[in-house]
């Protein structure tokens, strides 16, 4: 569906300049022209989050802690399908959304209709609450996994943490550690610093989800070590139009080409008509929520968490396409595929 400059972003792409990491400032950030190089190698970059309809989660440093050579050879196989289809990869090393308590082994079935319930935190609240010497397993994990694809020309950019500062309020609040923000902002900060020991060629990057972007004074502290430290600057946004517009235009001070690596919620008004056209006529980087329905459930909406469905709602808040590869609106992928030269 997705074939200009086609796109993914895993947690979770086409020729990256060898010379970007070494045009970078005293912080090792790149200067704002390697990003603007890496920009127009690239084009317009656009493409989904993707989680396999079989799957509930995707990269997790246990996984590298349990089996480091199986976990690299697992992402190298993804990105060999990848690699044939013309599409790049976006890798999301941690991320603090959904379940605080992630363990090796046989999962726990998703609730039933219930929004990504069957998703769990990397790391989770137990390295999060851990002594500096214990965190150092989070630091071999990002290392290793960098440093294996550091050069790898299928992999477009590194986002290393997926919404740091998110409190997961409406779905494991009882769950979550006191402080988890605080707790997280030394270790995202190191994270990129792990990052850049290992010499990725491609950029790093971690998206800011929630508050006020107008001006440096209005950040919070973490959204500011995101920007500044992003090579290039990702953003997710599930506003309405108006909204997508003025946040880009906020985001253009930082002088950085711009991915929104998380948009389209249909309830919410964020739609691909018109939000595709806007990211794609402002040359933003567009990365929808989910392709396939599947484990992830995240067709039904996030207050599912709170109010009881039993079938699929009549809209479906994320995905495009149902589990048989059939579309669940002819008409939406007709203007995908219109707008992405198909």
């Known amino acids: 569906m997705f074939s200009r400059r086609q796109c993914l972003e895993l947690g979770a792409s086409a ?71 013309g599409i790049g990869a976006m890798l999301v090393l941690f991320d603090s959304v959904w379940h605080p308590h992630p363990k090796l082994g046989v999962q726990a079935k998703p609730k039933p209709h219930v929004h990504n319930s069957g998703w769990v935190q990397s790391p989770g609240a137990d390295l999060l609450t851990a002594p500096r010497s214990r965190q150092r397993l989070l630091g071999k994990y990002v290392t290793g996994v960098i440093e294996h694809f550091s050069k790898d020309t299928r ?37 990129f610093e792990w990052a850049r020991a290992a010499r990725p060629t491609a950029p790093l ?41 003025r946040q880009i235009n906020e985001l253009r001070a930082w002088g950085r080409p711009l991915l929104c690596t998380e948009f389209m919620a249909r309830p919410k008004g964020s739609t691909f008509d018109p939000c595709l056209e806007i990211l794609k006529r402002n040359d933003v980087g567009a990365y929808c929520w989910g392709f396939v329905s599947g484990k992830t459930q995240t067709i039904y909406p996030w207050d599912s968490w709170k109010r009881a469905y039993s079938e699929p709602p009549a809209i479906w808040f994320h995905d495009i396409l149902r589990p048989d590869g059939s579309a669940y609106d002819g008409r939406e992928v007709a203007y995908i595929k219109s707008l992405t030269s198909i």
């Not at 970007?20 to 400032?25: I, L, Q, V």
């Not at 989800?209 to 992003?230: F, Q």
């Open 15 to 85: 020729v990256i300049p060898r010379t970007a990491r070494s045009n970078s400032n005293n912080n090792g950030v790149w200067t704002k022209k390697a990003g603007t190089q890496w920009k127009q190698n690239h084009g317009w970059l656009v493409g989904c989050n993707f989680i396999p309809s079989t799957a509930a989660n995707f990269l997790h440093d246990l996984l590298w802690q349990q089996d480091s050579r199986g976990f690299l050879q697992r992402i190298d196989a993804v990105l060999d399908v990848c690699q044939q289809n």
């Open 155 to 191: 992999v477009h950019a590194w986002d290393i943490w997926n919404e740091p500062d998110q409190d997961n309020n409406d779905s494991y609040a009882a769950l979550e550690i006191k402080d988890k923000a605080g707790r997280v902002y030394p270790l995202l900060k190191q994270a």
């Open 205 to 245: 990057t971690s998206g800011i989800s929630e508050g006020d972007w107008k001006s440096n004074a209005t950040l919070r502290p973490i959204e500011r070590l995101m920007l500044e430290n992003s090579d290039v600057i990702s953003f997710h946004s599930y506003s309405k139009p108006q909204t997508l517009e």
